[in-house]
T-cell receptor, first 114, second 108 residues
Framework: NAGVTQTPKFQVLKTGQSMTLQCAQD?????MYWYRQDPGMGLRLIYY???????DKGEVPNGYNVSRLNKREFSLRLESAAPSQTSVYFC?????????????FGNGTRLTVT | QKEVEQNSGPLSVPEGAIASLNCTYS??????FFWYRQYSGKSPELIMFIYSNGDKEDGRFTAQLNKASQYVSLLIRDSQPSDSATYLC????????FGAGTTVTVRA
């Protein structure tokens, strides 16, 4: 019973490098989300996908792109990493379309940009 | 502006005491609220949800929703050291409405 699986768990990038964070869920959820969490800031939404084939910007989308590859997978890409993107990234999924049901979180990716 | 604000914390309580956490929200259309617990270095996990006005109890946890005053709260009775964590509240619109979290420390 995997739930929400995120890879990688840890990553160190140099400024300007690119990378893709992968997320997959096996709960047949419609909605998927990418958050970042910084000390004292709580969870801030980067992008979300209310259903397969749709994506929308959240609170802090600048510097990121996403792809909802299919119902199971939702990836987050950093095209040119910056030190300000050092954070813990969480992927989550939920049963409703855009909200109204509890979220299930992955274990997170700790990203450091030097 | 966040739709959900957590104003309390950090909170330190002795073992066995009641910990009280509060959130206020701005969107009167919000229908449901969720409380998540997050241990240090871990991901958030759901502990309570509430849809209706009033109280909802689950073991040592009680969630309270007051739609007229637009606040939602979480009470942890008989607090244990294992309750030491950050507690996040969220409304049903996840686009904007996660609170910043309240860190609870239970002193043995």
């Amino acid at each position: 019973n995997a739930g929400v699986t995120q890879t990688p768990k840890f990553q160190v990038l140099k400024t300007g490098q690119s990378m893709t964070l992968q997320c997959a869920q096996d709960m047949n959820h419609n909605s998927m989300y990418w958050y970042r969490q910084d000390p004292g800031m709580g969870l801030r939404l980067i992008y979300y996908s209310a259903s397969e084939g749709t994506t929308d910007k959240g609170e802090v989308p600048n510097g990121y792109n996403v792809s909802r590859l299919n119902k199971r997978e939702f990836s987050l890409r950093l095209e040119s990493a910056a030190p300000s993107q050092t954070s813990v990234y969480f992927c989550a999924s939920g049963g409703g379309h855009g909200g109204g049901s509890p979220l299930h979180f992955g274990n997170g990716t700790r990203l450091t940009v030097t | 502006q966040k739709e959900v604000e957590q104003n309390s914390g950090p909170l330190s309580v002795p073992e066995g005491a009641i910990a009280s956490l509060n959130c206020t929200y701005s969107d009167r259309g919000s229908q449901s609220f969720f409380w998540y617990r997050q241990y240090s270095g871990k991901s958030p996990e759901l502990i309570m949800f509430i849809y209706s006005n009033g109280d909802k109890e689950d073991g040592r946890f009680t969630a309270q929703l007051n739609k007229a005053s637009q606040y939602v709260s979480l009470l942890i009775r008989d607090s244990q050291p294992s309750d030491s964590a950050t507690y996040l509240c969220a409304g049903n619109d996840y686009k904007l409405s996660f609170g910043a979290g309240t860190t609870v420390t239970v002193r043995a």
